[in-house]
């Protein structure tokens, strides 16, 4: 049973670019959440999909954004590229909203903005 | 607003005995839960284990065990036994019951096992 997977692992990119960073869930699993880690901080809640459409969303700017396709994957675009967007983004599943239970995370995608 | 604090950026701890990590949590929300995450070096995180805001017992997975101080504010996490595979970074996070799947996450703190 496959768990989490995100691609690419690792990219490199100059400011003003932009990026997609993919996602697809564990099995099972149909609501998908994306976090931003900056290095050496916890995660922080970027936004969540559900039904193909974006149902929570974190304090980011709109040059985050995304998407969710018919079969639960999942994209993270990020626009207009700055250098304090350099962090690991993780993308975490789970059936439902999980409240009572756990999210399963991806080992993420490292950006650097050079 | 919820906030997490893990006051212990680093922890040592000796091959088979039990450590203690501290998270004090802020939230005006009536529910919630607590949860604990590991991050290895790969960074995936883990799920360790939950906590309730209005579960009366204090949670327990294996090793692990949460010290739930409602009135303090408190959700320590206990690893009993340590082994050399718990070195890693530890999270403590706080969901509000009604933003299922939107975790406040703490600082985090290393923790080191030794041989």
Same mark, same amino acid.
């Given at each position: ?114 | ?32 839960? *607590? ?11 883990? &799920? *360790? ?18 010290? &739930? ?10 690893? !009993?036994? !340590?082994? *050399? ?5 530890? &999270? ?12 406040? &996450? ?5 923790? !080191?096992?030794?041989?």
């Amino acid at each position: 049973d496959a768990g989490v997977t995100q691609s690419p692992t690792h990219l490199i990119k100059t400011r003003g670019q932009q990026v997609t960073l993919r996602c697809s869930p564990k099995s099972g699993h149909d609501t998908v959440s994306w976090y931003q880690q900056a290095l050496g901080q916890g995660p922080q809640f970027i936004f969540q999909y559900y039904e193909e459409e974006e149902r929570q969303r974190g304090n980011f700017p709109d040059r985050f954004s995304g998407h969710q396709f018919p079969n639960y994957s999942s994209e993270l675009n990020v626009n207009a590229l700055l250098l304090g967007d350099s962090a690991l983004y993780l993308c975490a599943s789970s059936f439902g909203d999980s409240r009572t239970g756990e999210l399963f995370f991806g080992e993420g995608s490292r950006l650097t903005v050079l | 607003a919820q906030k997490i604090t893990q006051t212990q950026p680093g922890m040592f701890v000796q091959e088979k005995e039990a450590v203690t990590l501290d998270c004090t949590y802020d939230t005006s929300d009536p529910s919630y839960g *607590l949860f604990w995450y590991k991050q290895p070096s790969s960074g995936e995180m883990i &799920f *360790l284990i939950y906590q309730g805001s209005y579960d009366q017992q204090n949670a327990t997975e294996g090793r692990y065990s949460l010290n &739930f101080q409602k009135a303090r504010k408190s959700a320590n996490l206990v690893i !009993s036994a !340590s082994q *050399l595979g718990d070195s890693a970074m530890y &999270f403590c996070a706080v969901q509000p019951y009604n933003q299922g799947g939107k975790l406040i &996450f703490g600082q985090g703190t290393e923790l !080191s096992v030794k041989p």
